[in-house]
């Protein structure tokens, strides 16, 4: 159990309908990453937090994705009117180093939220 | 933008075989260079990782080093065993406090019994 816990395990969903996903990270650390995972693929980043700031953000995410983490606590994924590309493994990682030092890039991952597109 | 590019699979070894995955970044700055390995059915976890040049890292009988002059972070194993059997994807981070990892598109391990 890495700490790091997301929801739902898997969703499969009509095109065009909206989705969300919850990260709720591995607590006292301030940074939140998300990531997509693909078939035969490596985790593509998508956008990390700062606390409850969105410091970055992926040219992968389009318009029709948006991520929040009000509080800087829990964090979600919105995807609206999928598309069936937009089936993945959606991964939510929070650093192993502690809440306030210096981020030296290990990540935990959660176990992630597999979305499916019909 | 920083990138990794890692050999692709699938490699199949037998058991006690030596292993070597090659690995390698391209970066404006000096990245921190990591290994993650997803087994089959379980999320994805760190291996290890070098975080300057000619450091080496290690884990579980993996080793790699942080080779500046070739910028690659090659994985090698002196003697597999099956249950290494696994996705291994090479990573960086992403300037000098690794805000962000880019990771390769990972190279699946089968080894034979």
């Known amino acids: 159990d890495t700490g790091v816990s997301q929801n739902p395990r898997h969703k499969i969903t009509k095109r065009g309908q909206n989705v969300t996903f919850r990260c709720d990270p591995i607590?006292?650390?301030?940074?939140l990453y998300w990531y997509r995972q693909t078939l035969g693929q490596g985790p593509e980043f998508l956008t990390y937090f700062q606390n409850e700031a969105q410091l970055e953000k992926s040219r992968l995410l389009s318009d029709r994705f948006s991520a929040e983490r009000p509080k800087g606590s829990f964090s979600t994924l919105e995807i609206q009117r999928t598309e069936q590309g937009d089936s993945a493994m959606y991964l939510c990682?929070?650093?192993?180093?502690?809440?306030?030092?210096?981020?030296?890039?290990?990540?935990?991952f959660g176990e992630g939220s597999r979305l499916t597109v019909l | 933008g920083d990138s990794v590019t890692q050999m692709e699979g699938p490699v199949t070894l037998s058991e006690e075989a030596f292993l070597t995955i090659n690995c390698t970044y391209t970066?404006?700055?000096?990245?921190?260079l990591f290994w993650y390995v997803q087994y089959p059915g379980e999320g994805l976890q760190l291996l290890l990782k070098a975080t300057k040049a000619d450091d080496k890292g290690s884990n579980k009988g993996f080793e790699a080093t942080y080779r500046k002059e070739t910028t690659s972070f090659h994985l090698e194993k002196g003697s597999v065993q099956v249950s290494d059997s696994a996705v291994y994807f090479c990573a960086s981070g992403e300037g000098s406090s690794a805000s962000k990892i880019i990771f390769g598109s990972g190279t699946r391990l089968s080894i034979r019994p």
């Open positions: 607590s006292e650390h301030n940074r």
């Open positions: 990682a929070s650093p192993i180093a502690g809440g306030q030092s210096t981020n030296t890039g290990e990540l935990f």
């Open positions: 970066a404006t700055g000096y990245p921190s």
